[in-house]
């Protein structure tokens, strides 16, 4: 296949008291920044560490991290510092939850779904199969109830309060050491694949393991495991992946749009004063969208690398795309069966969901369809 003619298909494929108070507080701190009243010179110096589930080597994702404590920084003159910290200095890249839930640290930054096995609610933080891209998840987050959700669940059964703090947006869909064209290719096949997807390619033979960033390369290189997904061209090609696997797939269905968030341990959120907390919102927010713009600016170079290195891109078969999501809404059904909570965000996320493909399919999905067409092979 051409390269030209790759990049054109990867184009088209891509195509409560608790919680009341909490939400209340959030709104009253954006008030207050969008106000400007940052004057802090009676303010406390305090200073914070965050945990985190990333490699330094990632400016793209851990750097979602730095953009977030800069900020706060500039927005408290100096007087409210966090520090983040790689995965693995003050906790284990997978354990951030668990710390800053107990207090051992302040904050951190990581992806709910690493976390599934508390809530698997958790993983409408971040990204579930066939759900929403990056655009959509904010629209759901900010602006369809999302957030609110699913901050009255963190309070209640984490004493955490979080926000969304960087996306990747539509991922790729995993580095394979051999081809994978049928449902047969994926039985018993070893894959690091966390979150819901991971449960899904479970249910399609796939012996599924969670290992954060920093490990999938060894694990691959010494057969560990036969396959592996981690962001998209460029976090991968820094990872070293394309090194040790030759075939790359798309798309990357079981994430369209991950978030990824700062937690913050309740205790700690309720000591900082009103403009430190609308500092770290606000911080929070810039991340978010800084992080999505790097990647989106980074990717399509780092993919015209790749393939000019040797990585085969392949698309899912028909096949394994209709029976992963089948496997999914499955999968869905049952924890709405047992999990109130999780049948609560469902039942709202749903339609939502299915109301934004309705509208992105009539307007961006009509012009992707037609612009994006027009890409000619080399």
């Given at each position: 296949m051409?390269?030209?003619?790759?990049?054109?298909?990867?184009?088209?494929?891509?195509?409560?008291?608790?919680?009341?108070?909490i939400v209340?507080g959030?709104?009253k701190?954006?008030?207050?920044?969008?106000?400007?009243?940052?004057?802090?010179?009676n303010?406390?110096t305090?200073?914070?560490?965050?945990?985190?589930?990333?490699?330094?080597?990632?400016?793209?994702?851990?750097?979602?991290?730095?953009?977030?404590?800069?900020?706060?920084?500039v927005?408290?003159?100096?007087?409210f510092?966090?520090?983040?910290?790689?995965?693995g200095?003050?906790?284990?890249?997978?354990?951030?939850?668990n710390?800053?839930?107990?207090?051992?640290?302040?904050?951190g930054?990581?992806?709910?779904?690493?976390y599934?096995g508390?809530?698997?609610?958790l993983?409408?933080?971040?990204?579930?199969?066939?759900?929403?891209?990056?655009?959509q998840q904010?629209?759901?987050?900010?602006?369809?109830g999302?957030?609110?959700?699913?901050?009255?669940?963190?309070?209640?059964?984490?004493?955490v309060?979080?926000?969304?703090?960087g996306?990747?947006?539509?991922?790729m869909?995993?580095?394979?050491?051999?081809?994978?064209?049928t449902?047969n290719?994926?039985?018993g096949?070893k894959?690091?694949?966390?979150?819901?997807?991971?449960?899904?390619m479970?249910?399609?033979?796939?012996?599924?393991?969670n290992?954060?960033?920093?490990?999938?390369?060894?694990?691959?290189?010494?057969?560990?495991?036969?396959?592996?997904e981690w962001?998209?061209?460029?976090?991968?090609?820094?990872?070293?992946?394309?090194?040790?696997?030759?075939f790359?797939?798309?798309?990357?269905w079981?994430?369209p749009?991950?978030?990824?968030e700062?937690?913050?341990?309740l205790?700690e959120?309720?000591?900082?004063?009103?403009?430190?907390?609308a500092?770290?919102?606000?911080?929070?927010?810039?991340?978010?969208?800084?992080?999505?713009?790097?990647?989106?600016?980074?990717?399509?170079e780092a993919l015209?690398?790749?393939?000019?290195?040797g990585?085969?891109?392949?698309?899912?078969?028909?096949?394994i795309?209709?029976?992963?999501?089948?496997?999914?809404?499955?999968?869905?059904?049952e924890?709405?069966?047992k999990?109130?909570?999780?049948?609560?965000?469902?039942e709202?996320?749903?339609?939502?969901?299915?109301?934004?493909?309705?509208?992105n399919?009539l307007?961006e999905?009509?012009?992707?369809?037609?612009?994006?067409?027009?890409l000619k092979?080399?």
């Amino acid at each position: 296949m051409k390269r030209r003619a790759i990049v054109n298909r990867l184009s088209q494929s891509a195509i409560a008291a608790t919680g009341v108070a909490i939400v209340a507080g959030c709104q009253k701190a954006q008030n207050t920044a969008a106000n400007g009243q940052t004057d802090t010179n009676n303010l406390p110096t305090i200073k914070w560490q965050m945990a985190t589930s990333w490699p330094l080597s990632l400016e793209t994702i851990f750097g979602g991290a730095q953009v977030l404590a800069e900020r706060v920084k500039v927005l408290t003159n100096g007087k409210f510092i966090i520090e983040p910290r790689a995965a693995g200095e003050i906790a284990p890249g997978l354990e951030v939850l668990n710390v800053v839930s107990q207090g051992a640290v302040q904050a951190g930054h990581t992806a709910a779904y690493y976390y599934i096995g508390k809530s698997p609610t958790l993983a409408f933080g971040t990204s579930v199969p066939f759900g929403l891209n990056g655009q959509q998840q904010n629209a759901w987050l900010y602006e369809g109830g999302g957030l609110a959700k699913l901050q009255e669940i963190y309070a209640r059964k984490f004493n955490v309060i979080q926000f969304p703090a960087g996306n990747t947006g539509t991922q790729m869909g995993g580095w394979f050491r051999k081809e994978v064209k049928t449902l047969n290719d994926l039985k018993g096949l070893k894959m690091r694949i966390p979150g819901l997807g991971g449960q899904v390619m479970a249910k399609l033979g796939v012996t599924v393991q969670n290992l954060p960033g920093g490990e999938i390369f060894q694990a691959l290189q010494t057969g560990a495991i036969d396959a592996a997904e981690w962001v998209g061209p460029y976090d991968d090609e820094k990872l070293g992946l394309n090194k040790v696997a030759k075939f790359y797939y798309y798309p990357g269905w079981w994430e369209p749009g991950p978030t990824l968030e700062v937690q913050i341990n309740l205790d700690e959120w309720k000591k900082l004063p009103s403009q430190y907390q609308a500092a770290l919102e606000t911080a929070a927010h810039q991340s978010n969208t800084t992080m999505l713009a790097r990647y989106d600016a980074r990717n399509n170079e780092a993919l015209e690398r790749l393939l000019k290195t040797g990585t085969q891109v392949r698309p899912y078969s028909q096949e394994i795309l209709e029976a992963a999501e089948k496997a999914s809404f499955a999968l869905y059904d049952e924890f709405a069966a047992k999990d109130a909570d999780f049948k609560a965000v469902y039942e709202q996320w749903k339609p939502f969901r299915d109301r934004m493909y309705t509208w992105n399919n009539l307007n961006e999905g009509s012009f992707s369809r037609y612009a994006y067409g027009k890409l000619k092979a080399e």
